[in-house]
């Protein structure tokens, strides 16, 4: 008997997910706002800052904002031969045979389809298990993980990476 995944009785559990993103991004993104609001009512008082560096700030806000909500993933499952992938606003899923590579960039891990944009996550404890795991079920996957990555599986926290052993 599988174990359950997504209140699903009978999914296999293959699942990596880093701990508090979801409560620590909300946290950070909603301070933000709130300095961001805060800004901009100074700005309209005439005692802010250059509109300039509103505007600035607004847009960075606005990429860095898509590519949190949208592009990176809180939980990665594999799900037979597919990637599943669930950001806070948006999910989506990439068969295996049509994922090109997974590397990391310093604690960011880039899972790079052959069409579409790519995935992001955070490599924290229980990345290296997961990638490979991937690497397992889709031979010939090129896989990357720096040193970077590779520091965080001796975090003493639990890992990140649930699987049922398959």
Same mark, same amino acid.
């Given at each position: ?12 559990? #293959? !699942? ?5 993103? /979801?409560?620590?991004? %909300? ?13 901009? %009512?100074?700005?309209?008082?005439? =005692? ?22 949208? &592009? +990176? *993933?809180?939980?990665? =499952?594999?799900?037979?031969? @597919? ?6 606003? /948006?999910?989506? &899923? ?9 590397? +990391? &960039? ?5 899972? =790079?389809?052959?069409?579409? !944009?790519?995935? @992001? +996550? ?9 990638? &490979? *795991?991937?690497? #397992? ?6 896989? /990357?993980?720096?040193?970077?990555? /590779? %520091?965080? =599986?001796? #975090? ?11």
């Amino acid at each position: 008997m599988h174990p359950m995944i997504s209140g699903f009785p009978g999914r296999a559990m #293959n !699942r990596y997910q880093p701990p508090l993103y /979801r409560p620590v991004v %909300l946290l950070v993104y909603g301070l933000c706002v709130v300095l961001g609001v805060v800004m901009l %009512l100074s700005l309209i008082a005439g =005692e802010g800052p250059p509109a300039l560096i509103a505007v600035l700030w607004w847009a960075v806000f606005a990429a860095v904002g898509y590519k949190i909500f949208f &592009r +990176t *993933a809180y939980r990665l =499952e594999i799900d037979s031969d @597919t990637l599943v992938w669930r950001s806070l606003l /948006r999910s989506g &899923r990439i068969p295996l045979s049509q994922l090109r590579q997974v590397r +990391t &960039r310093s604690s960011i891990a880039i899972f =790079e389809p052959m069409v579409g !944009r790519p995935v @992001t +996550t955070f490599a924290v404890k229980g990345f290296r298990d997961f990638a &490979r *795991a991937l690497a #397992n079920r889709q031979p010939g996957l090129e896989v /990357r993980i720096g040193w970077w990555a /590779r %520091l965080a =599986e001796w #975090n003493l926290g639990p890992s990140a990476w649930k699987s049922d052993g398959t």
